[in-house]
């Protein structure tokens, strides 16, 4: 394998999140009065940390989300997951396969801790990912597109940038992983390809992606 390091995005290329987060953040900002279908959320949302999500409203309407916003949101998403999450197609695979073959991987995430600890333990995925190879965009100032948490990440686990692929799904991801200098497998089964053209490379089917990596 031609990399040191294989850095995961969570939602939607390690857990089947996406779909579930993006509907309840639709409706939830609707509830609020600020009219937002599923397509708006995926499209201004996906990939990003909650600050975004704050930013754009009050950008957008000039008016501040409520203090317990997240608290609220983060409750009705885990609640979800609970009941309808499972792992994308493939990811368990391409983990063991990794693991197997002793090529260190990492999760590099927009969503905060407890939101990944909560998906890895319903979808069993934990087994694979111990805190030592978990970041969140709580762990640095800025979430994506800004590059630092895919720095942060490659720093710890002690591996240079361009020795790092990505896995990403959404636009913003592949701009960070970009920024940092990394390559980056666009993973397009929810994203049209053309909204990940930034990528090193595009592919549809996580199995896919072990071939990809040599």
Same mark, same amino acid.
């Given at each position: 394998m031609r990399y040191d390091l294989v850095i995961f995005?969570?939602?939607g290329v390690l857990v089947d999140? =996406?779909?579930i987060s993006n509907r309840l953040l639709?409706?939830?900002l609707t509830e609020l009065?600020?009219?937002? #279908?599923? =397509?708006?959320?995926?499209?201004?949302?996906?990939? #990003?940390?909650m600050h975004r999500v704050h930013d754009l409203v009050e950008e957008r309407t000039g008016q501040r989300l409520p203090a317990d916003f997240d608290d609220v949101f983060h409750a009705r998403v885990f609640a979800a997951f609970e009941r309808e999450l499972k792992p994308v197609a493939g990811a368990v695979d391409v983990? =063991?396969?990794?693991a197997a073959d002793k090529v260190p991987y990492c999760v590099a995430s927009s969503g905060s801790h407890e939101r990944i600890r909560v998906g890895h333990r319903t979808t069993g995925l934990d087994r694979w990912f111990g805190d030592d190879v978990v970041f969140s965009s709580q762990d640095v100032g800025r979430?994506?597109?800004?590059?630092?948490?895919?720095?942060?990440a490659a720093e710890r686990m002690g591996v240079t940038p361009d020795r790092c692929a990505v896995v990403e799904d959404s636009p913003l991801g592949v701009q960070a992983a970009v920024a940092a200098g990394m390559d980056v497998y666009g993973f397009t089964a929810m994203t049209p390809p053309e909204k990940l053209a930034g990528a090193t490379r595009l592919f549809d089917d996580l199995r896919e992606l072990p071939g990809l990596l040599v």
């Open positions: 995005d969570n939602d999140s =996406e779909p639709a409706a939830y009065g600020h009219p937002t #279908s599923y =397509e708006d959320s995926i499209r201004d949302y996906m990939g #990003s940390a983990v =063991e396969k990794l979430g994506k597109p800004a590059p630092d948490l895919f720095l942060y």
